[in-house]
């Protein structure tokens, strides 16, 4: 509903979504560049997806990171255009990264399948043959390793 | 399960990830309720995740938020006349299509008015020269005042000097 100019009202709520994309924005666009593999998609997604908050009522301007990440998979999803993507191989610029480069390989490819390709446990289980178990494992590993980087 | 093992199980990861089953975030939501090493270890995974993604930002281009905002402009567009009260809200908005043109009036109950920035410089202009022009006119009138006393001091004088022979 259009709450214009009272507190929390929707100038406020547009200028909270400002605040959000210059902090969130980048991040987001990096995130989508490589889970679409398209840069141009990846932008058109990004503005989909700011839209999209606004369009809820603004309920999503106050997101950390991680809400901000769970809403573009969704959404991303509801377009069909993330949980199909299987990669048997981590791409060489990601590995590049500083935080990727001292994962092992084996933790790479679980972490970008989980992270980039949405993938479920159970799914990245079955595509390496190991026990759920041993995948999470690998993503407490993973993010052991993120944050020593 | 205790604490330390549900820690280290990987469900806090795959919660982070956005990974979990419904069944398991209801799990975690409990456990992080009991336990604040269970939500200080929450924290710290979505530290490092936004730190991940802040490796891979890509600066977006100006074009994108210029869309965003156009979008904006569009949602609070309403295509036919009406009128909508929010709630407890103290605003009525409403809507006019005609002439193909829309647009939303805005009716506040609210005794406080939006001014562009701008107009500080004209209200301070305003302000400025309506000092002048009350100094100047107190000038004025003391100056006519004193005028007009002397005219009078004048005039008994004259008067005095026909009177004496």
Not at chain 1, 97 to 121: G, I, P
Not at chain 2, 23 to 49: I, W
Not at chain 2, 73 to 99: C, L, M
Request: charged share 25%; proline share 3%; hydrophobic share 40%.
């Amino acid at each position: 509903m259009l709450n214009a100019i009272e507190p929390g009202g929707f100038l406020e709520k547009a200028d909270n979504l400002r605040a959000l994309y210059e902090r969130y924005g980048g991040m987001l666009l990096g995130y989508l560049t490589e889970t679409l593999q398209d840069g141009d998609a990846a932008g058109e997604q990004l503005a989909n997806i700011f839209t999209d908050l606004i369009k809820q009522d603004g309920n999503g301007i106050g997101y950390s990171w991680r809400q901000l990440h769970k809403f573009a998979r969704e959404r991303l999803a509801v377009s069909g255009l993330a949980g199909s993507r299987k990669a048997t191989m981590v791409p060489e610029y990601i590995t590049e990264n500083l935080a990727w480069r001292k994962m092992t390989a084996e933790q790479q490819l679980v972490f970008y399948n989980a992270y980039h390709c949405s993938r479920t446990v159970g799914s990245i289980a079955q595509q390496l043959n190991k026990p759920e178990e041993y995948i999470r494992r690998t993503l407490v590993e993973a993010f052991a390793v993120i944050r020593k980087s | 399960m205790n604490v330390k093992a549900y820690i280290e199980s990987g469900i806090l990861e795959t919660y982070v990830l956005g990974l979990a089953s419904e069944a398991e975030v209801q799990e975690l939501l409990r456990y992080k309720e009991a336990h604040p090493e269970v939500q200080l270890a929450l924290a710290e995974l979505e530290t490092d995740l936004e730190h991940l993604a802040s490796l891979m930002a890509v600066t977006p281009p100006p074009a994108i938020w210029q869309r965003i905002e156009k979008d904006i402009d569009e949602i609070t567009r309403i295509p036919e006349a009406k009128i909508v009260k929010t709630g407890n809200s103290q605003h009525t908005y409403t809507s006019n299509g005609s002439n193909g043109q829309q647009f939303i009036e805005v009716e506040g109950k609210t005794s406080h008015i939006r001014v562009h920035r701008a107009w500080r410089w004209v209200f301070a202009a305003v302000f400025v020269l309506g000092k002048i022009f009350l100094i100047c006119a107190i000038y004025f009138y003391l100056e006519n005042r004193q005028a007009q006393e002397q005219i009078q001091q004048l005039k008994t004088e004259l008067k005095h000097f026909k009177t004496v022979p």
